[in-house]
């Protein structure tokens, strides 16, 4: 990415993948980010890794914010990650938040997700990663 | 890469194009060498602009529009205007959740836009997403409007038929004229229709709409419909008078005046951005500061101070 002209706001969509209903956590990360200054695209709920991608691509995301508590996450967030990259998208980086179990965070991150944050995690830490993962695109 | 970016995005690829709308957003200067190279390739979209107040439904509106036109063979693109946060300059876009049916549709490209502080209901970078959108071959393109509902007229000059959504309980017939969007209408609609008072506002808007002198020959007389966007009624009928509105201007050869405006406006549009760089430019100058030492020593006065001013910023460069 680094011919690429650095962009004056970063763009994150937050995806709601899978069958899980409770998109609390995913719209309190998206008013985190808005009051960060970003520019967040949500999806709302029940995508496809699919839709997501495709949405990633018409929108020209930095990244995408993945809030699984369903328990899928082991299949859906390294799908998105290998989905991008059939794309030749996998300069888009996927990270992602909810009910993950600290077990599956070492596969998850070999799989390609950059980064988890569980339950607890302050905004301001998850804004605070994404401000310097985002710059780093365009390095 | 072989290719340019322009070659790509009228070759119909989602990133290269999604690429070039942020570039257009941003204002790089990137941009400009791609939209004149896309320029040529413009001009065959029609365009539909979608208005009204926050919360009548326009997402749900557009997404049933979608779905009409795509059943009728129509590719469809959407650029969906949302506002930006005065406190922190971002913003969350959220017209998508309502249009998640057609994320997979290879004839669907939804863009969603944040209003960066522009006033009028669009983007400053509303006009030239539609113009990639207009390249890459789409046969409609759907402009959605933030959900200000007065003074919201920028978005009058950019579409063909502009669509005014309302919907019942929101205030009586004075709200909608003194509103401004009377004026602005080809179309209004009713959404939400099975909501209480849905016929007296159709009365309502029926009869300012009469009241109004307007020569039936050479004018034409908004209908005024209704629908439920959500149970997907009367989407039909709307688009209908979206065709009989678009019959209306060919035959009176208004689409080539819109025509006309669009390209005027959009010229206006770049000038008034670089006259307004160049003023921001020449206020942040030393020389600047001495006028206006000059002024409040009131050695100087502020008309010629601006004719100074004035001609500084118009020297050639």
Not at chain 2, 90 to 102: P, S, Y
Not at chain 2, 295 to 301: F, G, H, S, V, Y
């Amino acid at each position: 990415m680094s011919q690429e002209p650095k962009p004056r706001t970063y763009r994150v969509l937050i995806g709601k993948p899978g069958l899980d209903g409770h998109d609390r956590g995913a719209k309190v990360i998206a008013r985190a980010l808005r009051d960060a200054g970003f520019e967040v695209i949500y999806s709302g709920l029940h995508q496809t890794p699919e839709m997501l991608v495709r949405i990633a691509l018409q929108e020209d995301v930095d990244c995408i914010g993945l809030s699984i508590l369903s328990g899928a996450h082991n299949t859906l967030m390294p799908e998105i990650v290998r989905l991008l990259e059939a794309e030749g998208a996998g300069d888009i980086f996927v990270f992602g938040g909810g009910i993950i179990p600290e077990n599956d965070i070492g596969p998850l991150k070999e799989a390609g997700v950059r980064a988890i944050f569980t339950p607890g995690t302050p905004t301001t830490e998850v804004i605070e990663y994404l401000r310097e993962a985002c710059a780093n695109r365009y390095q | 890469m072989n290719t340019t970016l322009t070659e790509r995005i009228l070759g119909g690829d989602v990133r290269s194009a999604g690429r070039l709308m942020r570039w257009v957003d941003d204002d790089l200067p990137e941009a400009r060498h791609e939209l004149a190279a896309l320029y040529p390739h413009t001009g065959r979209a029609y365009l539909v602009g979608v208005t009204g107040n926050p919360g009548s439904g326009k997402s749900t509106l557009v997404n049933a529009l979608v779905a009409h036109l795509r059943a009728s063979g129509k590719t469809v693109g959407v650029v969906a205007v949302d506002p930006t946060s005065p406190f922190s300059g971002g913003a969350i876009l959220g017209d998508r959740v309502r249009m998640q049916q057609h994320s997979l549709d290879r004839g669907v490209f939804i863009r969603s836009v944040a209003t960066r502080g522009n006033l009028g209901g669009i983007s400053r970078s509303t006009p030239a997403m539609v113009q990639v959108l207009d390249a890459m071959g789409f046969d409609v393109v759907i402009i959605e409007t933030v959900g200000v509902g007065q003074d919201e007229v920028d978005i009058v000059r950019l579409a063909d038929t502009n669509i005014v959504v309302t919907v019942p309980g929101l205030g009586d017939d004075v709200q909608a004229e003194k509103a401004g969007l009377m004026e602005i209408a080809d179309i209004f609609v009713i959404n939400k229709s099975d909501q209480t008072g849905a016929d007296r506002l159709l009365r309502e808007l029926r009869t300012m709409l009469h009241l109004r002198p307007r020569d039936a020959a050479t004018e034409w007389t908004p209908p005024v419909l209704k629908t439920i966007a959500v149970r997907d009624e009367g989407i039909d009928t709307l688009l209908t008078n979206i065709e009989a509105h678009t019959s209306w201007l060919s035959a009176h050869g208004a689409r080539h005046q819109r025509d006309r405006t669009r390209a005027q406006q959009f010229v206006r549009l770049i000038v008034t951005e670089a006259l307004s760089h160049r003023l921001n430019h020449a206020l942040a100058s030393s020389d600047w500061q001495s006028t206006l030492d000059a002024l409040l020593a009131r050695t100087q006065n502020p008309h010629d101070a601006a004719d100074a001013l004035l001609n500084a910023i118009l020297e050639p460069r």
